[in-house]
Each structure stands twice: as structure tokens, then as C-alpha cells.
């Protein structure tokens, strides 16, 4: 069965950087898109950043282009999220997800059934 779990959330202040990792099981990468999600209490999700290998093809939000970067190493069945610059408004849980689909559009995860169980990131002022 597929299984995401995610690790490396925390607090920190703003200005600073954390890396996130996933680690997967039960999949194999050239068949899936992997990505990021975030929601915050009270707050609608929002898909921070999309990578698939089957349609070659990659995706940030607005608001994190150039802090955030997505990678893979197949070899290792891990997906990673460098965050740099965070601000305050980077707080939030963090989701590894996966799933059949390309990475197209700010709701890339429309469709994307498999979820690990988040990780959470708190950027302090």
C-alpha cells in the first residue's frame, strides 16, 4: 500500500530556513506526481509545490516562488522542500502527497488521493 510520511517541520523565525522531507513507499516515481500542500487553522488549503516525473512538468504558489525549492532522489525515495526566507505567513501544516496527475494550476491536488499525515512548520515575527 502507498505510504507518505513526512518529517522536519518546527518552529523558527522568520528570515530562517527549514528543509521538509517525505519519505515513500508502495509507488514508483515515474508513475506519480509528488507534491507539497499547507493549510493553516481557518484557512483554505494551498498547494505549494508540484513535481512530476510521468508529464515533466513542475509547479510553485505565487507566494513562495524563489524561497522554495522541490526535489527528488529516486534512489533514496525521498521528496524535499527547501524553505527560505520563511515569514509568518509560511505557518502551517505541511502534507507530502502523491497521486496520478500533472502538476498544472493552483489546484494541482485536486485528484491526488494519497496524504501523509503532515508536519508542522511555525515561523515567528
Known amino acids: 500500500e502507498v505510504q507518505l510520511v513526512e518529517s522536519g517541520g518546527g518552529s523558527v523565525q522568520a528570515g530562517g530556513s527549514l528543509r521538509l522531507s517525505c519519505a515513500w513507499s508502495g509507488f514508483a516515481l515515474h508513475d506519480h506526481a509528488l507534491a507539497w500542500v499547507r493549510q493553516a487553522p481557518g484557512k483554505e488549503r494551498e498547494g505549494v509545490a508540484c513535481?512530476?516525473?510521468?508529464?515533466?512538468?513542475?509547479f510553485y504558489l505565487d507566494s513562495v516562488k524563489g524561497r522554495f525549492t522541490i526535489t527528488v532522489d529516486n534512489a533514496k525515495n525521498r521528496l524535499y522542500l527547501q524553505m527560505n526566507s520563511l515569514k509568518p505567513e509560511d505557518t502551517a501544516t505541511y502534507y507530502c502527497?502523491?497521486?496520478?496527475?500533472?502538476?498544472?494550476?493552483?489546484?494541482?491536488?485536486?485528484?491526488?488521493?494519497?496524504w501523509g499525515k503532515g508536519t508542522l512548520v511555525t515561523v515567528s515575527s
Open positions: 502527497i502523491a497521486g496520478e496527475d500533472r502538476c498544472t494550476g493552483s489546484y494541482f491536488y485536486y485528484g491526488m488521493p494519497y
Open positions: 513535481f512530476s516525473w510521468l508529464y515533466d512538468n513542475t
